[in-house]
């Protein structure tokens, strides 16, 4: 299975990085390809909602920026990974652009699988994101491969002070993806 990860932390080697790096070598373990992209570091345009993707070229944003890259990878994915810090209740701005701009490609009715990656440091601060998840993946038709809301975690509080015990389960679930 080819399994495209979208990350939007914007800390390269923060605790969703490493939640993406256990799920990644699990996945890989397991014969999947996994291509992981931050998006945070990338520069992406939020959504103009000029509809020039659906009136004037079918499926290409006027925009040219690094999204044009992160397209192909997208309708080469057979899963979608979404893996995200909350920051006030929601996905980070980054990747909530990257996935407001797939508008431009219509249904992604090839992804058949997905699954969402949450860290943070309260328990209570997942519902919108977990929200807009499903909402958007149901759209699609893809199945609810899993939602690991990470909790506990911050900067003084890294998941060395948590133990591996979410490292080992994001392995697991990329090592028994089917």
């Known amino acids: 299975m080819n399994i495209l990860v979208l990350n ?12 993406v790096q256990a799920f990644e070598k699990g996945a890989k373990e397991a014969g999947h390809s996994v291509k992981t992209e931050n998006v945070a ?23 040219k920026d690094d999204m044009q890259d992160i397209y192909s990878e997208i309708k ?41 990656i949450l860290s943070s440091g309260a328990p209570d601060m997942y519902e919108s994101a977990v929200a807009q998840y499903k909402g958007v ?3 699609w038709g893809a199945v609810d491969a899993g939602v690991f809301a990470v909790h506990g975690i911050t900067r003084s509080h890294s998941l060395e002070n948590t133990g591996d015990a979410w490292l080992e389960r994001l392995y697991q679930f990329g090592r028994n993806l089917k």
């Open 8 to 19: 939007g932390s914007p800390r390269k080697n923060g605790n969703t990085a490493r939640l």
């Open 41 to 63: 570091l990338k520069k992406i345009n939020g959504c103009r909602a000029c509809e020039y993707c659906h009136e004037k070229e079918k499926a290409v944003c006027v925009q």
């Open 76 to 116: 080469e994915a057979d899963m979608l990974v979404l893996a995200s810090p909350i920051y006030y209740y929601a996905m980070t701005g980054q990747l909530i652009s990257a996935l407001n701009r797939t508008y431009a490609l219509g249904k992604l009715a090839h992804i058949k699988k997905a699954a969402l």
């Open 137 to 139: 993946i149901g759209w």
